[in-house]
């Protein structure tokens, strides 16, 4: 009986003990996540701030500048007949009494009349009109060929006479080459002074001359004297026989020329061939010579003869084709 007592004993003993164990250690468990559900919190709901919303003008306004003239004082306007106080506006304490206008007609203007004032001995105010600057355009400057630089070179007056050989020798010369002669002769009227005067002749069979004494220059003469020069194969016969350029620059040294410009070929026809003693009798009296070839050698006979009777005149040779004579 004792043993069975002693038993239960024990085993109510154990059984406590575990429960108390078992106890223990699911409160240690559960009171970190007691604690940490017990933080205290404040919720404060966040107001969403308000947006005002601006709708832009549809077009842009216009700003008008406000202007006041500081020249003049400000005014105040005055309630009262009392003289104005640091305040500014001061209350009437009466009202001021009506004055009638003297003048019966309420046509008439209230206020100053018009009146003339006269200064005398005031100085004229002259009106200035400005003009826009315009840049002036520079004139184109003409190109001038050697034989326009050599009549310009000569001082005072000049008695020109154009000569031009279209003899038998000059029967093959081609068309554009003596076309270019002639252009160059056409041009240099276009150059001549009205002091200066001028003439034109051609021989082959028979010595052509344009007119009787010195043309003088004007813009008429001008454009008609080119036109002859522009046609004056036309003016030639060449039936029969020739003259040469040193017969024909005698007929013209009776004319008393200051410049004879010499279109040849150089070769002498009334002759066996070129004779240089012969060039000084018939250059004189033609003034200088201003002597013209083209399609030939600078030791071409004939330019041989061209270049001597430039020499002689004091004048100047021009082979076209070839530029400046050695």
């Not at 154990?14 to 205290?40: E, M, Y």
Request: glycine share 6%; aromatic share 8%; with cysteine.
């Amino acid at each position: 009986m004792k043993s069975k007592s002693s038993k239960a004993l024990l085993i109510s003993v154990l059984f406590h003990a575990g429960v108390g164990v078992l106890g223990l250690f699911f409160w240690f468990s559960t009171n970190p996540q007691r604690n940490a559900d017990a933080i205290n919190a404040l919720f404060v709901i966040e107001e969403k701030p308000k947006v005002r919303r601006v709708t832009p003008p549809k077009r842009t306004r216009v700003r008008h500048r406000r202007t006041r003239d500081v020249s003049q004082p400000r005014l105040k306007v005055l309630t009262s007949n009392q003289p104005a106080s640091t305040r500014g506006v001061v209350s009437a304490a009466e009202p001021a009494p009506f004055q009638p206008f003297d003048t019966k007609d309420v046509g008439e203007p209230v206020g100053p009349t018009a009146t003339n004032i006269e200064f005398d001995d005031t100085p004229r105010v002259q009106r200035v009109i400005e003009r826009p600057f315009k840049k002036e355009k520079k004139a184109k400057t003409r190109f001038k060929s050697r034989l326009v630089r050599f009549i310009e070179a000569q001082e005072g007056p000049q008695r020109i006479v154009y000569c031009i050989d279209l003899s038998t020798s000059m029967q093959n010369l081609p068309p554009h080459k003596l076309k270019r002669i002639i252009d160059l002769m056409r041009n240099s009227l276009t150059f001549l002074e009205p002091h200066d005067s001028f003439n034109i002749m051609a021989f082959s069979t028979e010595l052509i001359v344009y007119r009787e004494g010195f043309v003088p220059v004007t813009e008429q003469t001008v454009a008609a004297s080119s036109n002859y020069l522009a046609d004056i194969q036309s003016q030639i016969h060449t039936k029969g026989t020739d003259h040469d350029m040193l017969s024909a620059l005698t007929e013209i040294s009776k004319t008393v020329p200051t410049l004879v410009v010499l279109f040849s070929d150089g070769i002498p026809t009334t002759i066996a061939g070129p004779d240089l003693t012969l060039v000084g009798e018939h250059a004189a009296g033609n003034g200088r010579i201003f002597a013209m070839g083209v399609g030939m050698a600078p030791n071409f006979p004939g330019a041989v003869m061209l270049r001597r009777l430039a020499t002689v005149s004091e004048g100047d040779l021009w082979l076209v084709d070839r530029g400046r004579s050695r």
